[in-house]
Protein backbone atom coordinates (compact mmCIF):
# COMPACT_ATOMS: atom_id res chain seq x y z
CA UNK A 1 0.00 0.00 0.00
CA UNK A 2 1.54 3.27 -0.97
CA UNK A 3 0.44 6.70 -0.32
CA UNK A 4 0.18 9.97 -2.22
CA UNK A 5 0.21 12.42 0.82
CA UNK A 6 -1.52 15.91 -0.21
CA UNK A 7 -3.46 18.28 0.93
CA UNK A 8 -7.36 18.92 0.77
CA UNK A 9 -7.60 14.67 -0.09
CA UNK A 10 -11.27 14.15 -1.83
CA UNK A 11 -11.68 11.30 -3.17
CA UNK A 12 -10.37 7.97 -2.32
CA UNK A 13 -10.17 4.79 -5.02
CA UNK A 14 -9.76 1.22 -4.18
CA UNK A 15 -8.08 -0.24 -6.84
CA UNK A 16 -7.05 -4.48 -6.74
CA UNK A 17 -3.16 -4.73 -7.33
CA UNK A 18 -2.91 -7.60 -10.01
CA UNK A 19 -1.68 -10.19 -6.78
CA UNK A 20 -4.96 -9.28 -4.98
CA UNK A 21 -3.68 -7.05 -2.61
CA UNK A 22 -5.34 -3.57 -2.06
CA UNK A 23 -3.73 -0.18 -2.80
CA UNK A 24 -5.32 2.91 -2.13
CA UNK A 25 -4.83 6.05 -4.20
CA UNK A 26 -5.97 9.18 -3.21
CA UNK A 27 -6.40 11.84 -5.56
CA UNK A 28 -6.03 15.35 -4.43
CA UNK A 29 -6.92 18.91 -5.64
CA UNK A 30 -4.12 21.23 -5.03
CA UNK A 31 -4.72 24.92 -4.39
CA UNK A 32 -3.03 27.30 -7.53
CA UNK A 33 -0.31 28.61 -4.28
CA UNK A 34 0.63 24.95 -4.00
CA UNK A 35 1.08 24.29 -7.73
CA UNK A 36 3.03 26.89 -7.63
CA UNK A 37 5.26 25.79 -5.24
CA UNK A 38 5.55 22.08 -6.28
CA UNK A 39 6.86 22.88 -10.02
CA UNK A 40 9.59 24.52 -8.68
CA UNK A 41 10.22 20.81 -6.80
CA UNK A 42 9.15 18.96 -9.78
CA UNK A 43 12.00 20.11 -11.56
CA UNK A 44 12.43 17.74 -14.39
CA UNK A 45 15.41 15.00 -13.20
CA UNK A 46 18.48 15.49 -15.38
CA UNK A 47 18.45 12.31 -17.43
CA UNK A 48 21.85 12.84 -19.38
CA UNK A 49 23.64 9.85 -17.89
CA UNK A 50 20.23 7.42 -17.92
CA UNK A 51 18.41 7.14 -21.05
CA UNK A 52 19.20 4.40 -23.10
CA UNK A 53 20.64 4.73 -26.63
CA UNK A 54 18.12 3.01 -27.81
CA UNK A 55 15.63 5.92 -27.08
CA UNK A 56 17.87 8.31 -27.26
CA UNK A 57 17.66 9.59 -31.32
CA UNK A 58 14.10 8.79 -31.63
CA UNK A 59 12.77 11.55 -33.20
CA UNK A 60 8.90 12.92 -32.76
CA UNK A 61 7.06 10.40 -34.52
CA UNK A 62 5.42 11.77 -37.87
CA UNK A 63 2.33 10.16 -36.89
CA UNK A 64 2.22 13.09 -33.42
CA UNK A 65 3.10 15.97 -35.37
CA UNK A 66 0.59 15.97 -37.95
CA UNK A 67 -2.25 15.17 -35.71
CA UNK A 68 -1.05 18.18 -33.19
CA UNK A 69 -0.63 20.08 -36.81
CA UNK A 70 -4.49 18.68 -37.82
CA UNK A 71 -6.17 19.57 -34.40
CA UNK A 72 -4.38 23.08 -35.02
CA UNK A 73 -6.12 23.68 -38.17
CA UNK A 74 -8.82 21.65 -37.56
CA UNK A 75 -8.15 19.85 -41.00
CA UNK A 76 -10.26 16.88 -42.45
CA UNK A 77 -7.15 14.37 -41.56
CA UNK A 78 -6.72 12.03 -44.38
CA UNK A 79 -2.83 11.20 -42.66
CA UNK A 80 -3.29 8.75 -40.31
CA UNK A 81 -4.54 5.03 -41.12
CA UNK A 82 -7.13 5.08 -38.83
CA UNK A 83 -11.17 3.85 -39.55
CA UNK A 84 -12.71 7.29 -39.69
CA UNK A 85 -15.87 4.77 -39.62
CA UNK A 86 -17.80 2.41 -36.71
CA UNK A 87 -16.41 -0.97 -36.63
CA UNK A 88 -18.82 -3.53 -38.18
CA UNK A 89 -21.75 -4.27 -36.11
CA UNK A 90 -20.93 -8.37 -35.15
CA UNK A 91 -17.09 -7.23 -34.31
CA UNK A 92 -18.53 -5.03 -31.77
CA UNK A 93 -21.07 -7.61 -30.21
CA UNK A 94 -18.38 -10.09 -30.54
CA UNK A 95 -16.75 -7.81 -28.04
CA UNK A 96 -19.43 -7.62 -25.99
CA UNK A 97 -19.98 -11.04 -25.57
CA UNK A 98 -16.58 -11.88 -24.95
CA UNK A 99 -16.93 -9.49 -21.64
CA UNK A 100 -20.03 -10.99 -20.80
CA UNK A 101 -18.51 -14.64 -21.22
CA UNK A 102 -15.89 -13.25 -18.76
CA UNK A 103 -13.22 -13.59 -20.65
CA UNK A 104 -11.39 -11.33 -19.00
CA UNK A 105 -8.07 -13.35 -17.35
CA UNK A 106 -4.74 -13.50 -19.24
CA UNK A 107 -4.39 -15.61 -22.36
CA UNK A 108 -2.15 -18.51 -23.21
CA UNK A 109 1.72 -16.79 -24.32
CA UNK A 110 0.82 -18.33 -28.04
CA UNK A 111 -2.84 -16.78 -27.66
CA UNK A 112 -6.29 -17.94 -26.77
CA UNK A 113 -7.03 -21.08 -28.39
CA UNK A 114 -9.94 -20.13 -30.11
CA UNK A 115 -8.57 -17.57 -31.89
CA UNK A 116 -5.43 -19.43 -32.88
CA UNK A 117 -7.92 -22.29 -34.29
CA UNK A 118 -10.01 -19.24 -35.90
CA UNK A 119 -6.75 -17.94 -37.56
CA UNK A 120 -5.84 -21.67 -38.56
CA UNK A 121 -9.20 -22.46 -40.50
CA UNK A 122 -9.40 -19.48 -41.66
CA UNK A 123 -5.24 -19.04 -43.29
CA UNK A 124 -4.89 -22.89 -43.92
CA UNK A 125 -6.36 -22.57 -47.44
CA UNK A 126 -4.86 -19.58 -48.30
CA UNK A 127 -1.12 -20.77 -47.13
CA UNK A 128 -2.11 -24.31 -49.20
CA UNK A 129 -0.91 -25.98 -46.28
CA UNK A 130 -2.47 -27.04 -42.69
CA UNK A 131 -1.52 -24.22 -40.14
CA UNK A 132 -1.12 -25.97 -36.64
CA UNK A 133 -2.89 -23.48 -34.38
CA UNK A 134 -0.55 -24.80 -31.50
CA UNK A 135 3.12 -24.37 -33.35
CA UNK A 136 2.12 -22.08 -36.45
CA UNK A 137 0.49 -19.60 -35.04
CA UNK A 138 1.63 -16.43 -32.16
CA UNK A 139 -0.78 -13.81 -31.34
CA UNK A 140 0.63 -10.61 -30.49
CA UNK A 141 -0.06 -6.93 -29.43
CA UNK A 142 -0.74 -5.59 -32.66
CA UNK A 143 1.04 -6.24 -35.82
CA UNK A 144 3.68 -3.89 -34.30
CA UNK A 145 4.38 -5.47 -31.17
CA UNK A 146 4.55 -8.91 -33.45
CA UNK A 147 7.50 -7.18 -35.96
CA UNK A 148 9.46 -5.91 -33.11
CA UNK A 149 9.28 -9.73 -31.38
CA UNK A 150 10.72 -10.79 -34.69
CA UNK A 151 13.60 -8.64 -34.10
CA UNK A 152 13.80 -9.25 -30.64
CA UNK A 153 14.40 -12.78 -31.48
CA UNK A 154 16.65 -13.07 -34.47
CA UNK A 155 18.68 -9.79 -34.68
CA UNK A 156 21.85 -9.96 -32.82
CA UNK A 157 23.76 -6.20 -32.35
CA UNK A 158 24.93 -4.97 -35.88
CA UNK A 159 23.16 -7.74 -37.20
CA UNK A 160 21.46 -6.41 -40.58
CA UNK A 161 17.98 -6.28 -42.13
CA UNK A 162 16.86 -5.44 -45.43
CA UNK A 163 14.46 -2.68 -45.91
CA UNK A 164 12.56 -1.84 -48.84
CA UNK A 165 11.77 1.70 -49.47
CA UNK A 166 9.80 3.54 -48.56
CA UNK A 167 9.14 1.56 -45.52
CA UNK A 168 6.84 1.24 -42.67
CA UNK A 169 8.31 3.96 -40.28
CA UNK A 170 8.00 1.49 -36.70
CA UNK A 171 10.05 -0.69 -38.20
CA UNK A 172 13.47 1.28 -38.17
CA UNK A 173 12.69 2.28 -34.34
CA UNK A 174 11.76 -2.09 -34.15
CA UNK A 175 15.18 -2.88 -35.50
CA UNK A 176 17.39 -0.27 -33.70
CA UNK A 177 15.96 -1.19 -30.46
CA UNK A 178 16.65 -4.38 -30.42
CA UNK A 179 20.47 -3.75 -31.49
CA UNK A 180 20.01 -4.28 -35.03
CA UNK A 181 20.85 -2.06 -38.00
CA UNK A 182 18.71 -1.17 -41.38
CA UNK A 183 20.38 -1.53 -44.96
CA UNK A 184 17.89 0.25 -47.10
CA UNK A 185 16.58 -0.93 -50.76
CA UNK A 186 14.43 1.98 -52.39
CA UNK A 187 11.55 0.97 -54.59
CA UNK A 188 12.74 2.78 -58.03
CA UNK A 189 10.46 3.55 -61.08
CA UNK A 190 12.08 3.28 -64.76
CA UNK A 191 13.06 7.01 -65.07
CA UNK A 192 11.81 7.34 -68.73
CA UNK A 193 8.08 6.52 -66.99
CA UNK A 194 6.67 10.62 -66.58
CA UNK A 195 4.42 11.09 -63.35
CA UNK A 196 2.73 13.86 -64.65
CA UNK A 197 -0.75 12.02 -64.09
CA UNK A 198 -1.38 9.22 -62.67
CA UNK A 199 0.40 6.15 -62.88
CA UNK A 200 0.10 2.10 -61.68
CA UNK A 201 1.78 0.50 -58.34
CA UNK A 202 3.25 -2.10 -60.24
CA UNK A 203 5.72 0.40 -62.16
CA UNK A 204 7.87 0.89 -58.71
CA UNK A 205 10.09 -2.05 -58.55
CA UNK A 206 12.72 -3.22 -56.37
CA UNK A 207 16.03 -4.07 -58.07
CA UNK A 208 16.77 -7.42 -56.79
CA UNK A 209 20.81 -7.17 -58.00
CA UNK A 210 20.89 -3.52 -56.15
CA UNK A 211 19.19 -5.49 -53.14
CA UNK A 212 21.61 -8.39 -53.27
CA UNK A 213 24.29 -6.32 -53.44
CA UNK A 214 23.34 -4.70 -50.30
CA UNK A 215 23.65 -8.50 -47.81
CA UNK A 216 26.35 -9.01 -46.27
CA UNK A 217 27.72 -11.48 -43.71
CA UNK A 218 25.48 -9.10 -41.18
CA UNK A 219 22.29 -9.45 -42.88
CA UNK A 220 19.42 -11.94 -40.92
CA UNK A 221 16.43 -10.70 -42.36
CA UNK A 222 14.41 -9.08 -45.69
CA UNK A 223 11.27 -7.34 -44.33
CA UNK A 224 8.59 -7.07 -47.03
CA UNK A 225 5.83 -5.59 -47.10
CA UNK A 226 2.69 -6.29 -49.41
CA UNK A 227 -0.15 -5.20 -49.77
CA UNK A 228 2.30 -2.20 -49.23
CA UNK A 229 1.73 0.97 -47.65
CA UNK A 230 2.67 3.86 -48.69
CA UNK A 231 2.43 2.65 -52.28
CA UNK A 232 -0.17 0.69 -53.02
CA UNK A 233 2.04 -1.75 -54.71
CA UNK A 234 1.29 -5.60 -54.69
CA UNK A 235 4.34 -7.71 -55.40
CA UNK A 236 3.82 -10.15 -58.08
CA UNK A 237 4.18 -13.71 -57.93
CA UNK A 238 7.20 -13.39 -60.18
CA UNK A 239 8.61 -10.53 -58.34
CA UNK A 240 8.15 -12.48 -54.84
CA UNK A 241 10.06 -15.55 -56.69
CA UNK A 242 12.89 -13.26 -56.65
CA UNK A 243 13.41 -11.93 -53.11
CA UNK A 244 12.66 -15.43 -52.38
CA UNK A 245 15.47 -16.57 -54.25
CA UNK A 246 17.98 -13.87 -53.27
CA UNK A 247 17.17 -15.18 -49.39
CA UNK A 248 17.45 -18.60 -49.67
CA UNK A 249 20.93 -18.05 -51.62
CA UNK A 250 22.03 -16.09 -48.46
CA UNK A 251 19.99 -17.68 -46.14
CA UNK A 252 18.17 -15.09 -44.59
CA UNK A 253 14.66 -15.12 -42.80
CA UNK A 254 12.02 -13.13 -44.71
CA UNK A 255 9.33 -11.26 -42.71
CA UNK A 256 6.30 -10.48 -44.48
CA UNK A 257 4.64 -7.99 -43.32
CA UNK A 258 1.16 -8.56 -44.61
CA UNK A 259 -1.63 -6.90 -42.31
CA UNK A 260 -3.55 -5.69 -45.38
CA UNK A 261 -3.57 -9.05 -47.06
CA UNK A 262 -7.60 -8.78 -46.65
CA UNK A 263 -7.48 -5.11 -49.19
CA UNK A 264 -6.66 -5.55 -52.49
CA UNK A 265 -8.64 -4.62 -55.55
CA UNK A 266 -9.42 -6.24 -58.91
CA UNK A 267 -8.13 -7.19 -60.96
CA UNK A 268 -4.99 -7.28 -58.37
CA UNK A 269 -5.15 -10.70 -56.04
CA UNK A 270 -2.55 -10.90 -53.15
CA UNK A 271 -0.28 -13.47 -53.01
CA UNK A 272 1.81 -14.54 -50.04
CA UNK A 273 5.50 -15.57 -50.38
CA UNK A 274 5.25 -17.89 -47.70
CA UNK A 275 2.90 -20.20 -50.27
CA UNK A 276 5.56 -20.52 -52.79
CA UNK A 277 8.24 -23.08 -53.42
CA UNK A 278 10.21 -23.80 -50.11
CA UNK A 279 9.63 -20.24 -48.95
CA UNK A 280 7.58 -21.38 -45.89
CA UNK A 281 10.15 -22.63 -43.57
CA UNK A 282 12.13 -19.46 -43.67
CA UNK A 283 9.08 -16.86 -43.75
CA UNK A 284 6.99 -14.95 -40.87
CA UNK A 285 4.22 -13.55 -41.84
CA UNK A 286 2.20 -10.67 -40.18
CA UNK A 287 -1.24 -10.04 -39.46
CA UNK A 288 -3.33 -7.40 -37.82
CA UNK A 289 -7.06 -7.61 -36.88
CA UNK A 290 -7.00 -3.66 -36.50
CA UNK A 291 -6.64 -3.77 -40.57
CA UNK A 292 -8.72 -6.87 -41.31
CA UNK A 293 -11.74 -5.92 -38.92
CA UNK A 294 -11.47 -1.58 -38.89
CA UNK A 295 -10.41 -2.26 -35.19
CA UNK A 296 -6.66 -0.48 -34.98
CA UNK A 297 -7.20 0.03 -31.08
CA UNK A 298 -7.87 -3.43 -30.12
CA UNK A 299 -4.30 -4.08 -30.47
CA UNK A 300 -4.82 -8.03 -31.64
CA UNK A 301 -2.26 -8.93 -34.43
CA UNK A 302 -0.76 -12.32 -35.48
CA UNK A 303 2.21 -14.03 -36.75
CA UNK A 304 2.56 -17.39 -39.12
CA UNK A 305 5.30 -19.62 -39.74
CA UNK A 306 7.11 -22.71 -39.24
CA UNK A 307 7.18 -24.00 -35.55
CA UNK A 308 11.16 -23.21 -34.97
CA UNK A 309 10.77 -19.74 -36.04
CA UNK A 310 7.02 -19.23 -34.24
CA UNK A 311 8.50 -20.46 -30.97
CA UNK A 312 11.73 -18.20 -30.47
CA UNK A 313 9.63 -15.39 -31.44
CA UNK A 314 6.94 -16.29 -28.63
CA UNK A 315 10.12 -17.16 -26.10
CA UNK A 316 10.32 -12.81 -27.14
CA UNK A 317 6.71 -11.96 -26.90
CA UNK A 318 6.01 -13.40 -23.48
CA UNK A 319 9.06 -11.51 -21.87
CA UNK A 320 7.48 -8.01 -23.57
CA UNK A 321 4.26 -8.57 -22.53
CA UNK A 322 3.55 -11.96 -21.39
CA UNK A 323 -0.19 -11.99 -23.70
CA UNK A 324 -2.17 -10.60 -25.58
CA UNK A 325 -5.29 -9.17 -23.89
CA UNK A 326 -7.93 -12.07 -23.86
CA UNK A 327 -11.24 -10.30 -24.31
CA UNK A 328 -10.00 -8.76 -27.57
CA UNK A 329 -8.86 -12.01 -28.98
CA UNK A 330 -12.04 -14.06 -28.33
CA UNK A 331 -13.80 -11.08 -29.84
CA UNK A 332 -11.29 -11.54 -33.27
CA UNK A 333 -11.93 -15.21 -32.91
CA UNK A 334 -15.73 -14.58 -33.46
CA UNK A 335 -15.21 -12.15 -35.80
CA UNK A 336 -13.22 -14.63 -38.02
CA UNK A 337 -15.71 -17.61 -37.57
CA UNK A 338 -18.89 -15.09 -38.57
CA UNK A 339 -16.61 -14.28 -41.48
CA UNK A 340 -16.61 -17.44 -42.96
CA UNK A 341 -20.01 -17.60 -43.80
CA UNK A 342 -21.40 -13.45 -43.80
CA UNK A 343 -19.22 -12.29 -46.45
CA UNK A 344 -17.45 -9.54 -44.42
CA UNK A 345 -14.56 -9.39 -46.30
CA UNK A 346 -15.76 -9.24 -49.74
CA UNK A 347 -17.90 -6.41 -48.92
CA UNK A 348 -15.25 -4.29 -46.91
CA UNK A 349 -13.61 -4.95 -50.12
CA UNK A 350 -16.29 -3.40 -52.42
CA UNK A 351 -16.76 -0.58 -49.67
CA UNK A 352 -12.80 0.56 -49.30
CA UNK A 353 -12.99 0.37 -53.57
CA UNK A 354 -15.58 2.97 -53.27
CA UNK A 355 -13.79 5.33 -51.36
CA UNK A 356 -10.74 4.71 -53.44
CA UNK A 357 -12.46 5.91 -56.74
CA UNK A 358 -13.87 8.55 -55.39
CA UNK A 359 -10.75 10.03 -54.05
CA UNK A 360 -8.67 9.25 -57.59
CA UNK A 361 -11.82 10.61 -59.27
CA UNK A 362 -11.72 13.77 -57.61
CA UNK A 363 -7.74 14.01 -58.04
CA UNK A 364 -8.34 13.33 -61.60
CA UNK A 365 -10.66 16.42 -61.49
CA UNK A 366 -8.48 18.95 -59.16
CA UNK A 367 -5.58 17.50 -61.75
CA UNK A 368 -3.16 16.26 -59.11
CA UNK A 369 -0.95 13.53 -60.38
CA UNK A 370 -1.27 9.79 -58.14
CA UNK A 371 -0.35 6.15 -57.59
CA UNK A 372 -3.12 3.82 -58.46
CA UNK A 373 -3.11 1.64 -55.68
CA UNK A 374 -3.95 -1.93 -55.71
CA UNK A 375 -3.63 -2.77 -52.04
CA UNK A 376 -4.16 -0.99 -48.74
CA UNK A 377 -5.88 1.99 -47.97
CA UNK A 378 -3.34 4.64 -49.18
CA UNK A 379 -2.69 7.42 -52.44
CA UNK A 380 0.17 8.63 -53.29
CA UNK A 381 0.10 12.06 -54.47
CA UNK A 382 2.48 14.08 -56.39
CA UNK A 383 2.41 17.16 -55.11
CA UNK A 384 5.36 18.86 -58.09
CA UNK A 385 2.11 20.61 -59.78
CA UNK A 386 1.37 22.51 -56.86
CA UNK A 387 2.51 26.15 -56.67
CA UNK A 388 1.84 27.72 -53.34
CA UNK A 389 2.15 31.38 -52.78
CA UNK A 390 5.13 32.24 -52.07
CA UNK A 391 3.88 34.15 -48.65
CA UNK A 392 1.82 31.28 -47.91
CA UNK A 393 4.47 28.72 -47.94
CA UNK A 394 7.37 31.01 -46.47
CA UNK A 395 5.16 30.68 -43.33
CA UNK A 396 6.00 27.98 -41.58
CA UNK A 397 7.48 26.71 -38.47
CA UNK A 398 11.63 25.84 -38.63
CA UNK A 399 10.88 22.11 -36.76
CA UNK A 400 8.78 21.46 -40.00
CA UNK A 401 10.99 23.39 -42.18
CA UNK A 402 14.00 21.43 -40.53
CA UNK A 403 11.98 17.90 -42.17
CA UNK A 404 12.23 18.74 -45.64
CA UNK A 405 10.02 20.10 -48.48
CA UNK A 406 7.56 17.46 -47.81
CA UNK A 407 6.98 18.24 -44.52
CA UNK A 408 6.57 21.81 -45.62
CA UNK A 409 3.99 20.61 -48.61
CA UNK A 410 1.93 18.62 -45.97
CA UNK A 411 2.26 21.69 -43.38
CA UNK A 412 0.89 24.07 -46.22
CA UNK A 413 -1.67 21.96 -46.91
CA UNK A 414 -3.15 21.26 -43.37
CA UNK A 415 -2.80 25.66 -42.68
CA UNK A 416 -4.39 26.76 -46.25
CA UNK A 417 -6.37 24.47 -47.26
CA UNK A 418 -7.60 22.49 -44.48
CA UNK A 419 -6.92 18.99 -45.38
CA UNK A 420 -3.70 16.33 -43.53
CA UNK A 421 -1.85 13.94 -45.29
CA UNK A 422 1.30 12.63 -44.54
CA UNK A 423 4.98 13.59 -46.16
CA UNK A 424 6.64 10.28 -47.77
CA UNK A 425 10.04 11.44 -47.06
CA UNK A 426 9.01 9.94 -43.49
CA UNK A 427 9.27 6.45 -45.33
CA UNK A 428 12.89 6.61 -46.45
CA UNK A 429 16.46 6.86 -45.14
CA UNK A 430 17.97 10.17 -45.25
CA UNK A 431 20.15 9.08 -47.96
CA UNK A 432 17.37 8.32 -50.33
CA UNK A 433 14.68 10.22 -49.12
CA UNK A 434 14.98 12.76 -52.02
CA UNK A 435 12.88 10.39 -53.68
CA UNK A 436 9.88 11.52 -52.00
CA UNK A 437 10.54 15.13 -52.08
CA UNK A 438 7.26 15.57 -53.64
CA UNK A 439 5.34 12.62 -52.73
CA UNK A 440 2.34 12.89 -49.75
CA UNK A 441 0.05 9.94 -48.71
CA UNK A 442 -3.94 10.29 -48.53
CA UNK A 443 -5.62 7.37 -46.54
CA UNK A 444 -8.87 6.58 -47.94
CA UNK A 445 -10.36 4.46 -44.32
CA UNK A 446 -12.62 7.34 -44.34
CA UNK A 447 -16.53 7.02 -44.60
CA UNK A 448 -17.26 8.76 -48.37
CA UNK A 449 -18.60 11.94 -46.59
CA UNK A 450 -15.67 12.81 -44.74
CA UNK A 451 -13.69 11.95 -48.69
CA UNK A 452 -16.09 14.63 -49.72
CA UNK A 453 -15.42 17.62 -47.37
CA UNK A 454 -12.01 16.78 -47.72
CA UNK A 455 -11.95 16.98 -51.75
CA UNK A 456 -14.59 20.12 -51.47
CA UNK A 457 -11.63 22.00 -49.29
CA UNK A 458 -8.77 20.41 -52.14
CA UNK A 459 -11.08 22.89 -54.85
CA UNK A 460 -8.85 25.41 -53.80
CA UNK A 461 -5.83 23.60 -54.98
CA UNK A 462 -7.03 23.95 -58.78
CA UNK A 463 -5.58 27.47 -59.29
CA UNK A 464 -2.48 26.61 -57.74
CA UNK A 465 -1.96 23.86 -60.38
CA UNK A 466 -0.07 24.16 -62.90
C1 LIG B 1 2.64 -1.89 -43.08
C2 LIG B 1 2.16 -1.89 -41.67
N1 LIG B 1 2.62 -2.83 -40.83
C3 LIG B 1 2.22 -2.88 -39.55
C4 LIG B 1 1.33 -1.95 -39.06
C5 LIG B 1 0.94 -2.03 -37.60
O1 LIG B 1 -0.25 -2.74 -37.44
P1 LIG B 1 -0.91 -2.86 -35.98
O2 LIG B 1 -1.77 -1.66 -35.82
O3 LIG B 1 -1.68 -4.13 -36.01
O4 LIG B 1 0.21 -2.89 -35.01
C6 LIG B 1 0.83 -0.95 -39.88
C7 LIG B 1 -0.09 0.08 -39.35
O5 LIG B 1 -0.32 1.12 -39.93
C8 LIG B 1 1.26 -0.92 -41.24
O6 LIG B 1 0.82 0.03 -42.09
Known amino acids: MFRLKFTHLLKQYTLTHHHSSKCIIYRSLITKSEVKMSSNKDQPLDLS ?132 VPIYCPLRKDESISFSSKLSSSVWKLDIAEMESKITSKTKIIVLNTPYNPVGKIFTEEELLSIGKVAEKHNLIILSDEVYDRLYFAPATHTRIAALKNFWRRTITVGSAGKSFGVTGWRVGWLIGPENLIKYVMGAHCRICFCTSSTMQ ?137
Open 49 to 180: NFVSQRVANLQDDVWSIFSKVSAQFQTINLGQGFMGFPAPDFVKKALVEATMNDINQYAPVRGLPRLCNALSNNYSPLFKRQLDPNTNILITTGANEGIFSVFAAFIKDGDEAIFIEPYFDQYKPNLEMNGG
Open 330 to 466: DAVANAFEQSETNGFFETQIQEYDERRKYLMDSFDDIGLSYVIPDGAYFILVNTEKIHPSAESWEDCPDFIKERGFNYQMCYWLAKNIGVTAIPCSEFYSADNSSIADSLIRFAFCKPIEVLKQAVERMQKLKPLIQ
